[in-house]
C-alpha cells in the first residue's frame, strides 16, 4: 500500500498569506495524486487533479505541484471562505489512500 | 447535472448490518465506477472499496474484507453498500463518489453522506 504522510496537521494563517501543505508518499508513484477541500458538514470538494491540474471552477489561487515523492498544495492568497480541512489522496495504486488532513484556520 | 443521492441515517446495534444507497442521476450509470468512503466523528477520511458499475466487480480494502458487500442495481442506476458484524467503531459518515480504473478515481462528484450510528 501507498502511505501518505500529510504535514502539517493543523495550520493557522492570516488572509492573504501563502499556505503550503505537503504530502510524501512512502513509495515512488505516478502523479495520480488528488486535493480535496472539506468543510464541516458537507462532503469533499475535488480542487487540483493529477498533482497539479486545476479542477474547473476552482480559483487559481489554489495550486498543485510535485518533486520526486512529495506533493504540495498552496493556496497563494489565503481567504476567510478557505477556512477548511485538505486531504491529499492517492490512486496510482489500490487501495486508495488519504493523508491525514491539514486543518486550516484563519488567525 | 450529475448527483449523488444517498439514502438517510441509520442506527443499528452492534453485531447488526446496515446497507447505503447512491442513486445517481445526470450521466449514464454504467460509464463510472462507485466508491465508498467513510469518515468517523472528527477523523479523516478512509476508503472503503469500489464496484465497477460495468461489470460488477469490486476491490474492497483489506480491513473491510468479509464484511462488506458493495452491489448495483442498473434498473434504477443505483449503488449499494452493505456492511456487516457493525461494531462502535463503525460510528461515521459513509460517502460514494465517482470513479473508476477506467475513468481515473477523481472522485470529483460526491453523494451527501450517511450517518450510520452503532449503538447499544
Known amino acids: 500500500d501507498i502511505q501518505m504522510t500529510q504535514s502539517p496537521s493543523s495550520l493557522s494563517a492570516s488572509v492573504g498569506d501563502r499556505v503550503t501543505i505537503t504530502c510524501q508518499a512512502s513509495q515512488d508513484m505516478r502523479s495520480y495524486l488528488n486535493w480535496f477541500q472539506q468543510k464541516p458538514g458537507k462532503a469533499p470538494k475535488l480542487l487540483i487533479y493529477?498533482?497539479?491540474k486545476l479542477e474547473t471552477g476552482v480559483p487559481s489561487r489554489f495550486s498543485g505541484s510535485r518533486s520526486g515523492t512529495e506533493f504540495t498544495f498552496t493556496i497563494s492568497d489565503l481567504q476567510p471562505e478557505d477556512i477548511a480541512t485538505y486531504y491529499c489522496q492517492q490512486f496510482d495504486s489500490l487501495p486508495i489512500t488519504f493523508g491525514q488532513g491539514t486543518r486550516l484556520e484563519i488567525k | 447535472q450529475v448527483q449523488l443521492l444517498q439514502s438517510g441515517g441509520e442506527v443499528r446495534k452492534p453485531g447488526a448490518s446496515v446497507r447505503v444507497s447512491c442513486r445517481v442521476s445526470?450521466?449514464?450509470?454504467?460509464?463510472?465506477?462507485i466508491n465508498w468512503v467513510r469518515q468517523a466523528p472528527g477523523q479523516g477520511l478512509e476508503w472503503m472499496g469500489w464496484i465497477s458499475t460495468s461489470h460488477g466487480n469490486t476491490d474492497y480494502a483489506q480491513q473491510f474484507q468479509g464484511r462488506v458487500t458493495m452491489t448495483t442495481d442498473p434498473s434504477t442506476s443505483t449503488a449499494y453498500m452493505e456492511l456487516g458484524s457493525l461494531r462502535s467503531d463503525d460510528t461515521a459518515v459513509y460517502f460514494c463518489?465517482?470513479?473508476?480504473?477506467?475513468?481515473?478515481?477523481?472522485?470529483?462528484?460526491w453523494g451527501q453522506g450517511t450517518l450510520v450510528t452503532v449503538s447499544s
Open positions: 463518489a465517482r470513479g473508476g480504473v477506467a475513468t481515473g478515481f477523481y472522485f470529483e462528484y
Open positions: 493529477d498533482a497539479s
Open positions: 445526470g450521466y449514464s450509470f454504467h460509464t463510472y465506477g
